[in-house]
């Protein structure tokens, strides 16, 4: 059975702190990782990986893939109370379109 | 932008009731999806469309069908609400690209309530 862990389930940091979120995934035929942001209402897309090696960038926020040991990293610098969130991790395999989903890492980011 | 609308943003039934939830997408979308989220089990998968009046499966379809009599309109149906249906639904769209993108683009999502 595919499977997506996220670790941790949960975050609480202060402003200006760096964090990382942790992705792991068992997938048969592997295709691509997402990374979504969900603030109290429908998530919304942060980054698509396929390679490994190559990191995504977004502002404060950066991704990379490691295909080889089946994670991938989410890091925001400087946090921000605005980066209060939940982020998810989901897998697409090369079957078809659906997506995978880990349970989601609660971030919360205190002044 | 991609515009994914969902017929009511939070809802209260009764148990055995019928319930519709609908979605509908602006962006020709091929695939349509619905996902349950609750607490500590992330989003799973109900059922999905590839196409106009084709359907599958997800993960979790007891007690759940669906409609897709139009593109841009996929519709969940709890044929008898029950308690344990008590969740936060979320409809997405995507293109028909694989290996392109396969991004999904998320509603707001409706808060069902089962009494």
């Known amino acids: 059975e595919d499977k997506v862990v996220q670790s941790p389930l949960s975050l609480v940091v202060h402003e200006g702190d760096t964090v990382t979120l942790n992705c792991s995934y068992e997938?048969?035929?592997?295709?691509?990782l997402l990374w979504y942001k969900q603030e109290k209402k429908a998530p919304t897309f942060l980054f698509m990986l396929t390679s490994s090696g190559i990191e995504k960038k977004s502002g404060r926020l950066s991704s990379i893939l490691d295909k080889k040991e089946l994670f991938s990293i989410l890091n925001i610098t400087a946090t921000q109370t605005g980066d209060s969130a939940v982020y998810l991790c989901a897998v697409a395999e090369t079957s078809g379109s659906r997506l995978t989903f880990g349970e989601g890492t609660q971030l919360t980011v205190n002044p | 932008d991609v515009k994914v609308t969902q017929s009511s943003r939070y809802l209260v039934k009764r148990t055995g009731e019928k319930v519709f939830l609908e979605c509908v997408q602006d962006m020709d979308h091929e695939n349509m999806f619905w996902y349950r989220q609750d607490p500590g089990l992330g989003l799973r998968l109900i059922y999905f469309s590839y196409d106009v009046k084709m359907k599958e499966k997800g993960d979790i379809p007891e007690g759940y069908s669906v409609s897709r009599e139009k593109k841009e309109r996929f519709s969940l149906i709890l044929e008898s609400a029950s308690t344990n249906q008590t969740s936060m639904y979320l409809c997405?769209?995507?293109?028909?690209?694989?290996?392109?993108?396969?991004?999904?683009?998320f509603g707001p999502g409706t808060r069902l309530t089962v009494l």
């Open positions: 997405a769209s995507s293109p028909h690209l694989a290996g392109t993108t396969d991004t999904q683009y």
């Open positions: 997938v048969t035929n592997f295709r691509s």
